[in-house]
């Protein structure tokens, strides 16, 4: 159902690259429930951005039901761990 080949997000902060997401592999198959856990500013809500369509891979590439996400994907959702919903 979503399939993550080769992610890689680069950030520019200043002049200066930021390397958040590195070499993602990974495939979910459909009516999974999947926790992306680990640190703060390790790449968990950059991963969930480029799932959803919201941020564009620097390298690689999301696939969602077979095809490859390129703009919003509305067939996604994700909460966060932060209150940000009512």
Same mark, same amino acid.
């Given at each position: =159902? +979503? /399939?993550? /080949?080769?992610?890689? @997000?680069?950030?520019? &902060?200043?002049s200066e690259?930021?390397?958040?997401?590195r070499?993602?592999?990974?495939?979910?198959? @459909?009516?999974?429930?999947?926790?992306? +856990?680990?640190?703060s500013?390790?790449? @968990?809500?950059?991963?969930?951005? =480029? +799932?959803?369509g919201?941020?564009?891979?620097?390298?690689g590439q999301v +696939?969602?039901?077979? &095809?490859?996400?390129?703009?919003?994907?509305?067939?996604?959702?994700? =909460?966060? /761990?932060?209150d940000?919903?009512?």
């Amino acid at each position: =159902m +979503i /399939q993550l /080949q080769d992610l890689h @997000k680069t950030f520019e &902060r200043g002049s200066e690259p930021v390397e958040a997401v590195r070499g993602i592999d990974l495939s979910i198959e @459909k009516g999974s429930i999947v926790s992306l +856990i680990g640190p703060s500013g390790c790449g @968990k809500s950059t991963v969930l951005h =480029m +799932i959803a369509g919201l941020y564009e891979p620097s390298e690689g590439q999301v +696939i969602y039901d077979g &095809r490859p996400v390129r703009s919003v994907n509305t067939s996604v959702g994700y =909460m966060t /761990q932060k209150d940000n919903l009512f």
